[in-house]
């Protein structure tokens, strides 16, 4: 792996978002209300 390589998959790690378990059943929850688009719910958690 060259220096570019190395940086990018640094800085890509560090810039990947992890989630709860917790917000992520909070999520499916409002998934299954089936109140709402999938897009809707997406962009209310901010996970576009």
């Given at each position: 792996m060259?220096?570019?390589?190395?940086?990018?998959?640094?800085?890509?790690?560090?810039?990947?978002?992890?989630?709860?378990?917790?917000?992520k059943?909070?999520?499916?929850?409002?998934?299954?209300?089936?109140?709402?688009?999938?897009?809707?719910?997406?962009?209310?958690?901010?996970?576009l």
């Amino acid at each position: 792996m060259n220096n570019k390589t190395a940086f990018f998959k640094v800085y890509n790690d560090a810039m990947r978002k992890t989630y709860s378990g917790e917000f992520k059943a909070k999520v499916v929850l409002e998934i299954f209300k089936e109140e709402k688009t999938i897009s809707q719910i997406a962009s209310e958690y901010g996970i576009l």
